[in-house]
């Protein structure tokens, strides 16, 4: 694969440290959510990958959109609900994730169908595929 782009991101004290790319865009404090005992003041990993994976796979989806010569709304939107839990095997944790997908001005079908292809393009998609579960839904 050749490589177009590699981001630079660091963490120190884990799940309740601080966060900060080498360029100093994202710099973040880290706590585990208060549903896990934690503070919950600072941001989280799965809220981090839940922005990221929602930013990547709208990206995704006006690409496929694009090839077919069909716009997609500057109102479209994707949110990604990250779940994580012990695992049913209890030897560590996993994620889940359910993608909720709104593309305003195309209809149900074939908001559907560039779905289902935005979901082979994205990489964030292609990287999870096999690994969690994924969902998705066209609101």
Same mark, same amino acid.
């Given at each position: ?39 919950? /003041?600072?941001? /989280?990993?799965?809220?981090? !990958? ?12 006006? !690409? ?28 560590? !944790? ?46």
């Amino acid at each position: 694969m050749k490589v177009d782009y590699t981001a630079h991101g660091s963490a120190t004290g884990g799940r309740d440290g601080k966060g900060r790319t080498d360029d100093g865009k994202v710099d973040v404090t880290l706590s585990v959510p208060k549903e896990m005992g934690g503070t919950g /003041n600072g941001t /989280n990993p799965e809220q981090l !990958f839940s922005v990221g994976y929602s930013a990547c796979y709208l990206g995704a989806l006006k !690409f496929v959109a694009g090839k077919e010569k069909i716009k997609v709304s500057d109102d479209a939107k994707v949110s990604a609900n990250v779940g994580i839990g012990e695992r049913d095997d209890k030897q560590g !944790f996993g994620l889940t994730v359910a993608l909720e997908v709104s593309l305003p001005g195309i209809d149900k079908a074939k908001a559907e169908d560039l779905v289902t292809k935005a979901h082979v393009v994205c990489p964030y998609s292609h990287a999870t595929r096999g690994n969690i579960q994924v969902t998705t839904t066209v609101v």
